[in-house]
Nanobody, 115 residues
Framework: QVQLAESGGGLVQAGGSLTLSCVAS????????MSWYRQAPGKQRELVAS???????NYADDVRGRFTISRASHKNMVYLQMNSLKPEDTAVYSC?????????WGQGTQVTVSS
């Protein structure tokens, strides 16, 4: 059974940095891409960043230039380096692995940015 586990969330002051990690346990094959999503209180979940198997990346407009997504495919791990954090980045961040047979989601990790 595949499970994803995020780590690295926490409380940080505005302007600070955090690095989120997501690791997949169990046998997972056919990964096509990895993504980070976030959901703030009272808001819909939104895509933050994604990376395809070939390395192509995509970012939401409000994080481009501040966040960097990277992966270690041989370890089924994906990272999100977050710099220059703002209070509006406060949310639960979840990772997703997209495979040929469906998507796998983690439980999420809380990121809180204080002003």
């Amino acid at each position: 059974q595949v499970q994803l586990a995020e780590s690295g969330g926490g409380l940080v002051q505005a302007g600070g940095s955090l690095t989120l990690s997501c690791v997949a346990s169990g046998t997972i094959v056919g990964v096509k891409g990895m993504s980070w999503y976030r959901q703030a209180p009272g808001k819909q979940r939104e895509l933050v960043a994604s990376i395809l198997l070939g390395g192509q990346t995509n970012y939401a407009d409000d994080v481009r230039g501040r966040f960097t997504i990277s992966r270690a495919s041989h370890k089924n791990m994906v990272y999100l380096q977050m710099n220059s954090l703002k209070p509006e980045d406060t949310a639960v961040y979840s990772c997703k692995f997209t495979t040929a047979w469906g998507d796998y989601w983690g439980q999420g990790t809380q990121v809180t940015v204080s002003s």
